[in-house]
């Protein structure tokens, strides 16, 4: 691994809990449609190479690594580059609805599937380091944390 | 799998061989140097997903399946998408020149493979149709055929 691999802004420091009632009022908040499918998943390793188009822009994204910390490289897509590729990501998509909800200084987004993963409700958490992290106390109407957990990853999502 | 993806500009049809001499005056004919590296494998299905620069201009590839003919899908990237994923490639490269020489309508490549895989040298035909394919008869300077043969895939070299 290359030594700007280790560069900060590559690593995600995030948690994830499912959520046992969703917050009043959530059409005020900010909130756009997802759609991302996967060009490729390899289990070893846990690489993927995601596509996705949230609102009106589209990215690609690498990952690669698990848990609470791994590495990610993201681009832009224009939304030719974006139609060429998602033919490829037929029977690996998901959709779903997010609400972004400022929360002491942080960001929690609330993920609510939809199709065939309707009635899933997911909410995550990003932080700018690990100490934050720690000492995160999820609000009332969190459920059960998450995190790590394969069958909530959005791959197994997406593949299963 | 949808419609479009069996559409005929996303198959290739191709042969590849070994090279027992090089032609002549091979420096005479355009030529220009790779760098290719892949994001993700996945060995079942042969998905991959492949960065690319060829001479200035860079583009990423996806590929599934297997023998002759197989899906592709590619993009052009600017010089600064292919910056962001590239260090992602780390342990999964190779590098190699290319000279093209046109033959009876068609476009032999010839691939000088360079660091590690050096002296290996390998020529790909790809073709219209299977008819021009089975059709094809190579030039005395071709070695033994290894179309399909998994140790002279691009991904085996870049990664073994």
């Given amino acids: ?15 994830k809990f499912l959520v046992k009632q969703l917050p ?40 690669v690594g698990r848990g609470g910390a791994r590495e ?17 990501t037929a029977g690996r998509r998901l959709r779903k609805l997010r609400y972004e909800i400022p929360w002491n ?12 993963l309707s009635g899933l409700v997911v909410a995550e958490v990003e932080f700018p380091d690990q ?9 009332l109407w969190f459920g059960r944390e998450v995190t790590g957990e394969k069958r909530y990853s959005n791959v197994r999502l997406a593949t299963e």
């Fill in 72 to 88: 990610e490289r993201e681009i832009k897509l224009s939304s030719k580059q974006f139609a060429a590729l998602w033919p490829a």
């Fill in 24 to 63: 009043e009022r959530l059409n005020r908040l900010r909130h756009y449609p997802i759609a991302q499918g996967y060009l490729a998943i390899e289990s070893a390793g846990r690489r993927q190479v995601r596509l996705r188009k949230k609102g009106n822009s589209a990215s690609l994204t690498f990952k």
């Fill in 1 to 15: 691994m290359q030594k700007n691999d280790r560069a900060p802004r590559n690593r995600e420091i995030e948690r």
């Fill in 105 to 116: 200084g942080l960001l929690i987004e609330i993920d609510i599937y939809q199709g065939n």
């Fill in 131 to 139: 100490v934050s992290c720690w000492r995160f106390e999820p609000p």
